[in-house]
C-alpha cells in the first residue's frame, strides 16, 4: 500500500486546512498560508485549469462522481491507475475578521503507469484547497509486476462511495466511528482483485472494511 507519499500529500492539505482563517485570533499570518500554498505548488505543480466546482467539503456526504470524471479528462489517453487514496475531508468552520471561514482537508490522489514509459509512475492530485495538480514522479513501491496490478478509474462506481461509507461504518463495529479515509488497490487480501478499503475511526478505535468495486460488502478486515 503505497501510504507514504499520500501522508506526505494530506500534511499539505491539513496544514492548509488549519490556515484557512489566516489573521484570525489564531495568530497565523497571511505570509505563512502563502508559503505553504507555493510549498505545495513547488512539490505538485501549478493547478490544472478546470470547469468542475468544488465538491461538498466531506466526500462521503457529497461523492466524488463528478471529481473522478474530471480526472478522466485531465489524466493522459490510456492511463492505467495503479492506486487511488481519498481523504473524506474533515469540515473545520474558523472565524476571522471577515466572518466565518470553512474549509476542509479533502483530497484525493492518484498513482498512475505512465503511457509513453510503463515502468514509471506519476502522481495527480486534488485539494479542496488547491484544486488538480500533478504529475509529478513517484516510486513504485510494489513487488508484483506493475502490469499486474493497474486497472482503470471507472472500474469504480464512484456514486456509490456515500452508501460504502455508511456500510463500512456499520460493519466495523467501532463506536461513534466515521469513515475517514479510502484506498483503492488490486491485491489488498483477495488475490488479483480490485478493492474499495474504508478505514473508519474515533477516539474509541479503527478498523478497515472492503468492499468490491461495485460497492458489495466483502467485510471487515481481520474478521
Not at 466546482?53 to 473522478?68: C, E, I, Q, S, W
Not at 470524471?69 to 490510456?78: A, H, V
Not at 461509507?165 to 463506536?175: D, F, H, Y
Not at 483503492?184 to 479503527?206: F, H, M, P, T, Y
Request: proline residues 5%.
Amino acid at each position: 500500500m503505497r501510504v507514504g507519499a499520500f501522508r506526505a500529500a494530506a500534511t499539505l492539505a491539513t496544514a492548509l486546512l488549519l490556515l484557512g482563517g489566516a489573521g484570525c485570533a489564531s495568530g497565523i499570518t497571511s505570509s505563512v498560508k502563502k508559503t505553504v500554498e507555493e510549498e505545495f505548488a513547488r512539490t505538485w505543480g501549478p493547478k490544472i485549469a478546470s470547469s468542475v466546482n468544488p465538491p461538498g467539503r466531506d466526500l462521503f456526504k457529497d461523492g466524488v462522481t463528478a471529481l473522478m470524471s474530471e480526472f478522466g479528462r485531465i489524466l493522459p489517453d490510456r492511463a492505467r491507475v495503479l492506486g487511488i487514496n481519498v481523504n473524506g475531508g474533515t469540515p473545520e468552520t474558523r472565524r476571522s475578521g471577515a466572518g466565518a471561514v470553512t474549509t476542509s482537508s479533502a483530497i484525493v490522489k492518484i498513482d498512475v503507469q505512465q503511457v509513453a514509459s510503463p515502468a514509471l509512475v506519476d502522481e495527480y492530485l486534488w485539494s479542496h484547497q488547491l484544486g488538480f495538480r500533478g504529475p509529478k514522479g513517484t516510486r513504485d513501491l510494489g513487488t508484483a509486476p506493475l502490469s499486474t496490478r493497474v486497472f482503470n478509474l471507472d472500474d469504480v462506481d464512484w456514486s456509490k462511495l456515500p452508501q460504502m461509507g455508511t456500510a463500512a461504518v456499520t460493519a466495523s463495529g467501532v463506536p461513534d466511528g466515521a469513515p475517514t479515509t479510502v484506498v483503492v488497490e488490486k491485491g489488498l487480501g483477495v488475490e488479483g482483485a480490485l478493492v474499495v478499503q474504508i478505514n473508519v475511526s474515533s477516539d474509541r478505535g479503527d478498523a478497515s472494511v472492503r468492499f468490491t468495486p461495485a460497492g458489495e460488502l466483502i467485510g471487515k478486515v481481520g474478521t
